[in-house]
């Protein structure tokens, strides 16, 4: 049994815009990681039920790097995804729709190499990242 950590954030873009931002490997490149001395040097993404999310985390200087993946298990459109990651764990993100705002929420299941906080503290990092790219790019749809 894994514990949960949920963080959120609300964008001041649509949810059209958001769902884009947060889905197309061309945009999750530049918004997928927690500090300015890592990025996403690439990402895939097969948006359908069965089919698999990946994208490459490492740090600038190559020091560490690891890939992350999930198999999703939902996807409804503008709505909610939700897949599972190797080790069972899931990872649960729903898009609410505000009109020119959306309030993005994710529900994970903790690891347990890592303290709750720590994880908490880093992927809400990669939500503030992605909050930011999306507040500061164009709407794409």
Same mark, same amino acid.
């Given at each position: 049994m894994f514990e949960k950590i949920t963080i959120e954030s609300t964008i001041n873009q649509p949810s059209p815009a958001v769902w884009e931002f947060w889905n197309n490997p061309e945009h999750i490149t530049k918004w997928n990681f927690a500090s300015e001395d890592w990025h996403c040097p690439y990402a895939e993404n097969d948006l359908k039920v #069965?089919?698999?999310l990946l994208s490459r985390m490492e740090a600038k200087d190559g020091s560490f790097g690891f890939d992350f993946e999930g198999i999703y298990n939902e996807v409804i459109f503008l709505h909610k995804i939700s897949y599972t990651l190797p080790d069972g764990r899931v990872v649960l993100t729903?898009?609410?729709?505000l #009109?020119?705002?959306t309030k993005v929420t994710t529900l994970f299941d903790a690891e347990k190499?890592?303290?709750l906080e720590l994880q908490k503290n880093g992927w809400q990092a990669i939500l503030?990242?992605?909050k930011s790219y999306a507040e500061t790019n164009?709407?794409?749809t």
């Open positions: #069965g089919c698999k729903t898009f609410e729709n #009109g020119n705002q190499e890592n303290s503030n990242n992605f164009k709407n794409p």
